[in-house]
């Protein structure tokens, strides 16, 4: 008997829309002024971890999901900052000495200068992006804010995470 062979021809689809916002706040800050300027309710959900061989990438993740329009926005982290050290041995004067070494992950490394993400999923067919972009540039802490193409995003599996 012949075997079946299953072909999966359609990609996964991504419906949602993703703003990416470089400011130098903390996240809690940035939240704080989005909520502020933009009038949402962003609250503090659980973090987005990655796990690698030995490390594991903690991403903050901030959450409010809007019943009466059917929209989740999510504002998360791009940046975590490993830390590590490098014991450094030779024959001179600071011989085995420890250097600290610091390396910035990125959560989507297609937008690695974003600071921040602002992901917004809608049930109902409506992206509010175009009406949240202006509120948000003006944010005076935020130096920019512009929506980023989903579809050129090759690891947007990393924004699957529920």
């Known amino acids: 008997m012949a075997a079946l062979k299953l072909v999966l021809d359609d990609a996964f689809d991504y419906d949602f829309s993703l703003i990416a916002l470089h400011c130098s706040l903390e996240s809690y800050r940035l939240a ?31 959450k409010f999901e ?16 490993m830390r590590y050290k490098q014991v450094q041995l030779g024959s001179d004067l600071f011989a085995e000495a420890d250097s600290e070494h610091f390396k910035t992950l990125n959560l989507v490394p297609e937008v690695k200068n974003a600071d921040f993400l602002l992901k917004i999923e809608s049930d109902n067919g409506i992206s509010p992006k175009l009406a949240l972009l202006p509120h948000l540039n003006l944010i005076p802490q935020i130096i920019t804010a512009y929506e980023v193409d989903v579809s050129t995003i090759k690891s947007k599996q990393n924004l699957i995470f529920e």
Do not use: E, G, P, V
């Not at 809007?66 to 900052?81: A, E, G, P």
């Open 32 to 62: 704080f002024m989005i909520n502020k300027y933009a009038h949402l309710r962003l609250k503090r959900a659980k973090d987005i971890d990655f796990y690698n061989d030995q490390h594991k990438f903690s991403f903050a993740s901030y």
């Open 66 to 81: 809007d019943q009466k329009k059917y929209q989740t926005y999510t504002l998360l982290s791009n940046k975590y900052k």
